[in-house]
């Protein structure tokens, strides 16, 4: 199983976990996270404290999204293994497909405190003329469909720019 973390602060903590679940062989429990706990709760070497309950943002490295249901409980067992996740980056190898995008809603229905979501590509360059690049009148769709879920929703980057952000109760292109 293959995990990294890191810090945003000054703080003697980390508060960013990288997954990368395909380095994991088809078929294997979806309790990824929940194999780590024994890992992160061993008391580091290191002068950073490892807590789950200071994880406010993961990412998960992904070849695609086209087993929803694996990733919905990916993403579902990380939620009860760090419960103050407020950030989540979906970052994928293939270019999005609008199919995809349309199964969030699912796999982000036990994120109940998401604030950030990014939904990536690996590939740094990200061309404008994509073909899956996505109407903002359904970026905006899609954005009042996922805060139903996410109530505290407030920011979603897309694969391709631009991105939401949300001004009181209106969701704007930035």
């Known amino acids: 199983m293959t995990f990294a973390v890191n810090y945003e602060t000054a703080l003697p903590q980390y508060t960013c976990i990288h997954l990368f679940p395909e380095s994991l062989p088809d ?4 309790k990824f ?9 061993r008391d580091c070497a290191s002068q950073r404290k490892l807590e789950r309950k200071l994880i406010n943002e993961t990412s998960f490295y992904l070849k695609d999204i ?15 293994c760090f419960p103050n996740v407020h950030a ?5 190898q293939k270019p999005w497909k609008s ?5 969030i809603r699912q796999i982000l ?3 109940t405190r998401l604030v950030e979501l990014e939904l990536g590509r690996e ?13 903002e009148e ?6 009042r469909e996922w805060e139903r879920v996410c109530p505290q929703l407030s920011c979603i980057d897309f694969p391709c720019r631009p991105s939401l952000t949300k001004v009181g109760s209106q969701w704007m292109m930035v």
């Open 27 to 30: 078929g294997t429990n979806l």
């Open 33 to 41: 996270c929940q194999e780590l706990i024994p890992i992160i709760d």
């Open 66 to 80: 086209e087993n929803t249901a694996r990733v919905a409980g990916l993403v579902s067992d990380m939620v009860e």
């Open 88 to 92: 989540l980056a979906l970052v994928t």
């Open 99 to 103: 199919q995809e995008i349309e199964t």
């Open 109 to 111: 229905s036990p994120v």
């Open 123 to 135: 590939d740094l360059e990200v061309n404008t003329n994509d073909q899956h690049k996505i109407p």
């Open 138 to 143: 359904r970026k905006l769709g899609y954005a």
